[in-house]
Protein backbone atom coordinates (compact mmCIF):
# COMPACT_ATOMS: atom_id res chain seq x y z
CA UNK A 1 0.00 0.00 0.00
CA UNK A 2 1.28 3.48 -0.69
CA UNK A 3 -1.14 6.23 -0.08
CA UNK A 4 -1.14 9.25 -2.19
CA UNK A 5 -1.02 12.63 0.56
CA UNK A 6 -2.53 15.13 -1.80
CA UNK A 7 -1.35 18.26 -0.92
CA UNK A 8 1.30 21.50 -2.13
CA UNK A 9 3.19 21.23 0.74
CA UNK A 10 4.24 20.03 4.24
CA UNK A 11 3.23 22.74 6.49
CA UNK A 12 -0.36 22.51 5.72
CA UNK A 13 -0.41 18.87 5.68
CA UNK A 14 1.59 18.54 9.26
CA UNK A 15 -0.81 16.68 11.10
CA UNK A 16 -1.37 14.33 8.17
CA UNK A 17 2.10 13.39 7.50
CA UNK A 18 2.60 13.20 11.41
CA UNK A 19 -0.24 10.53 11.78
CA UNK A 20 0.91 8.68 8.66
CA UNK A 21 4.77 8.81 10.27
CA UNK A 22 3.49 7.44 13.02
CA UNK A 23 1.62 4.66 11.38
CA UNK A 24 4.44 3.79 9.64
CA UNK A 25 2.04 4.29 6.37
CA UNK A 26 4.32 5.00 2.76
CA UNK A 27 2.88 7.67 1.45
CA UNK A 28 4.09 10.49 -1.24
CA UNK A 29 2.78 14.18 -0.90
CA UNK A 30 2.38 16.07 -4.28
CA UNK A 31 -0.48 17.27 -6.65
CA UNK A 32 0.89 16.01 -10.51
CA UNK A 33 3.00 13.33 -11.88
CA UNK A 34 2.67 9.52 -12.04
CA UNK A 35 0.18 8.38 -9.29
CA UNK A 36 0.53 4.67 -10.69
CA UNK A 37 2.34 3.88 -7.45
CA UNK A 38 0.10 5.05 -5.48
CA UNK A 39 -3.00 2.70 -4.31
CA UNK A 40 -5.07 4.88 -1.67
CA UNK A 41 -5.60 8.62 -2.18
CA UNK A 42 -6.37 11.33 1.12
CA UNK A 43 -7.70 14.37 0.57
CA UNK A 44 -6.64 16.84 3.60
CA UNK A 45 -8.90 19.67 4.43
CA UNK A 46 -7.69 23.40 3.52
CA UNK A 47 -9.29 26.04 1.54
CA UNK A 48 -12.47 26.54 0.17
CA UNK A 49 -13.64 24.88 -3.30
CA UNK A 50 -14.05 27.50 -6.53
CA UNK A 51 -17.74 27.97 -6.31
CA UNK A 52 -17.66 28.31 -9.68
CA UNK A 53 -17.49 24.40 -10.06
CA UNK A 54 -20.51 24.08 -8.97
CA UNK A 55 -21.88 27.38 -10.78
CA UNK A 56 -22.38 29.93 -8.27
CA UNK A 57 -20.69 33.45 -7.30
CA UNK A 58 -18.58 33.80 -4.83
CA UNK A 59 -20.07 34.47 -1.44
CA UNK A 60 -18.10 37.26 0.62
CA UNK A 61 -16.98 34.69 3.38
CA UNK A 62 -15.33 32.82 0.83
CA UNK A 63 -12.08 34.56 0.29
CA UNK A 64 -9.65 31.79 0.37
CA UNK A 65 -9.55 30.25 -2.93
CA UNK A 66 -7.00 28.71 -5.26
CA UNK A 67 -8.62 28.27 -8.36
CA UNK A 68 -4.98 25.89 -10.32
CA UNK A 69 -5.12 24.36 -7.19
CA UNK A 70 -8.36 22.98 -7.05
CA UNK A 71 -8.06 21.84 -10.70
CA UNK A 72 -4.77 19.83 -9.78
CA UNK A 73 -7.24 18.19 -6.89
CA UNK A 74 -9.68 17.61 -9.62
CA UNK A 75 -7.34 16.00 -11.80
CA UNK A 76 -6.20 13.33 -9.46
CA UNK A 77 -9.27 12.85 -8.18
CA UNK A 78 -10.50 11.78 -11.50
CA UNK A 79 -8.06 9.78 -11.87
CA UNK A 80 -7.91 7.93 -8.87
CA UNK A 81 -11.64 7.06 -9.69
CA UNK A 82 -11.13 6.22 -12.80
CA UNK A 83 -9.07 3.49 -11.29
CA UNK A 84 -11.51 2.62 -8.77
CA UNK A 85 -8.79 3.10 -5.88
CA UNK A 86 -9.78 3.73 -2.28
CA UNK A 87 -10.41 7.62 -1.94
CA UNK A 88 -10.73 9.27 1.86
CA UNK A 89 -11.92 12.89 1.95
CA UNK A 90 -11.44 14.76 5.02
CA UNK A 91 -13.27 18.53 5.49
CA UNK A 92 -12.12 19.95 2.38
CA UNK A 93 -11.65 16.87 0.69
CA UNK A 94 -15.16 16.00 1.79
CA UNK A 95 -16.46 19.31 0.27
CA UNK A 96 -14.16 18.61 -2.81
CA UNK A 97 -15.38 14.93 -3.20
CA UNK A 98 -19.33 16.04 -3.15
CA UNK A 99 -18.58 18.87 -6.10
CA UNK A 100 -16.49 16.46 -8.25
CA UNK A 101 -19.98 13.91 -8.00
CA UNK A 102 -21.72 17.46 -9.33
CA UNK A 103 -22.99 18.19 -6.02
CA UNK A 104 -22.75 22.06 -4.36
CA UNK A 105 -21.96 23.40 -1.43
CA UNK A 106 -23.65 26.06 1.37
CA UNK A 107 -21.43 28.64 1.06
CA UNK A 108 -21.54 29.58 4.78
CA UNK A 109 -23.45 28.02 6.94
CA UNK A 110 -26.07 29.59 9.01
CA UNK A 111 -25.25 27.76 11.96
CA UNK A 112 -21.70 28.19 11.48
CA UNK A 113 -20.50 28.99 15.28
CA UNK A 114 -21.75 25.12 16.41
CA UNK A 115 -19.15 24.00 13.85
CA UNK A 116 -16.19 26.82 13.80
CA UNK A 117 -14.77 28.87 16.46
CA UNK A 118 -12.61 32.11 15.69
CA UNK A 119 -9.20 31.00 14.11
CA UNK A 120 -10.49 27.76 12.70
CA UNK A 121 -10.04 26.57 16.49
CA UNK A 122 -11.57 23.16 17.34
CA UNK A 123 -15.40 23.35 18.50
CA UNK A 124 -17.13 20.14 19.41
CA UNK A 125 -20.45 18.38 18.56
CA UNK A 126 -22.49 15.40 18.52
CA UNK A 127 -23.41 13.04 14.96
CA UNK A 128 -26.35 10.74 14.92
CA UNK A 129 -27.97 8.43 12.64
CA UNK A 130 -24.64 6.57 12.06
CA UNK A 131 -24.57 4.48 9.03
CA UNK A 132 -22.03 2.14 6.80
CA UNK A 133 -18.53 2.22 8.55
CA UNK A 134 -19.83 5.39 10.98
CA UNK A 135 -22.05 2.97 12.70
CA UNK A 136 -19.46 0.01 12.31
CA UNK A 137 -16.86 1.70 13.95
CA UNK A 138 -18.52 4.14 16.34
CA UNK A 139 -21.91 2.86 16.80
CA UNK A 140 -24.93 4.99 15.98
CA UNK A 141 -23.78 8.59 17.64
CA UNK A 142 -20.51 9.69 18.83
CA UNK A 143 -18.74 13.35 19.40
CA UNK A 144 -16.49 15.22 16.67
CA UNK A 145 -14.07 17.59 16.35
CA UNK A 146 -15.24 20.38 13.59
CA UNK A 147 -13.42 23.26 12.10
CA UNK A 148 -15.43 24.37 8.97
CA UNK A 149 -17.69 27.17 8.01
CA UNK A 150 -19.27 24.85 4.47
CA UNK A 151 -20.85 21.94 3.76
CA UNK A 152 -22.78 19.91 1.38
CA UNK A 153 -25.60 21.42 0.30
CA UNK A 154 -26.73 19.31 -3.34
CA UNK A 155 -25.06 15.96 -2.65
CA UNK A 156 -23.03 14.42 -5.62
CA UNK A 157 -24.26 11.34 -7.63
CA UNK A 158 -23.82 8.26 -6.18
CA UNK A 159 -22.89 9.78 -2.73
CA UNK A 160 -24.86 8.68 0.28
CA UNK A 161 -24.91 10.41 3.70
CA UNK A 162 -24.24 8.42 6.58
CA UNK A 163 -23.41 10.61 9.41
CA UNK A 164 -25.64 14.14 10.34
CA UNK A 165 -24.67 16.93 12.71
CA UNK A 166 -27.25 18.02 15.43
CA UNK A 167 -28.41 20.62 13.11
CA UNK A 168 -28.68 18.37 9.88
CA UNK A 169 -24.72 18.91 8.36
CA UNK A 170 -24.14 16.15 6.60
CA UNK A 171 -20.95 14.87 8.74
CA UNK A 172 -19.51 12.29 6.08
CA UNK A 173 -20.74 9.85 3.06
CA UNK A 174 -19.56 6.55 1.27
CA UNK A 175 -19.92 6.40 -2.73
CA UNK A 176 -22.73 4.07 -3.41
CA UNK A 177 -20.60 1.80 -6.26
CA UNK A 178 -16.92 2.98 -6.17
CA UNK A 179 -14.80 2.70 -2.69
CA UNK A 180 -14.80 6.34 -1.72
CA UNK A 181 -15.71 7.87 1.84
CA UNK A 182 -15.91 11.06 3.26
CA UNK A 183 -15.79 12.81 6.59
CA UNK A 184 -16.46 16.36 7.50
CA UNK A 185 -14.35 16.89 10.53
CA UNK A 186 -10.76 16.25 11.67
CA UNK A 187 -10.30 12.36 12.31
CA UNK A 188 -6.14 13.08 12.44
CA UNK A 189 -6.82 15.81 15.00
CA UNK A 190 -8.28 12.86 16.95
CA UNK A 191 -6.07 9.86 16.53
CA UNK A 192 -3.21 7.97 18.56
CA UNK A 193 -3.68 9.85 21.60
CA UNK A 194 -5.19 13.03 20.36
CA UNK A 195 -8.24 12.44 21.48
CA UNK A 196 -10.06 15.79 23.04
CA UNK A 197 -13.10 16.24 24.72
CA UNK A 198 -14.83 12.94 24.91
CA UNK A 199 -14.33 12.69 21.17
CA UNK A 200 -14.09 9.36 19.17
CA UNK A 201 -10.93 8.60 18.66
CA UNK A 202 -9.86 8.97 14.86
CA UNK A 203 -7.39 6.21 13.79
CA UNK A 204 -10.40 2.93 13.12
CA UNK A 205 -11.01 5.53 10.08
CA UNK A 206 -7.40 5.81 9.15
CA UNK A 207 -7.44 1.72 9.60
CA UNK A 208 -10.80 0.82 7.51
CA UNK A 209 -9.61 3.33 4.69
CA UNK A 210 -6.09 1.29 4.63
CA UNK A 211 -8.28 -1.34 4.36
CA UNK A 212 -10.54 -0.57 1.56
CA UNK A 213 -9.44 -2.49 -1.91
Known amino acids: ????????????????????????VDYELKLEGDFSECTHLLIPGGIDVDPAYY??????????IDRPFDELQ?????????????????????????VYFGGSLIQDIKTGMKHTLPEYKNIYHGITNNEGF????????????????????????GLKPIS????GIIEACVHETLPVIMVQFHPERMALGLVEEET?????????????K
Not at 55 to 64: I, R, W
Not at 200 to 212: H, K, S, V, W
Open 1 to 24: MKVLLLGDNHERCKNYEDLLNKLN
Open 55 to 64: GEEKDPTVNM
Open 74 to 98: MKAVDWFVKNKRPILGICRGHQLLN
Open 134 to 157: MKELYGENCKVNSTHHQAIKKLGE
Open 164 to 167: FAED
Open 200 to 212: ADGTPIFDYFFNM
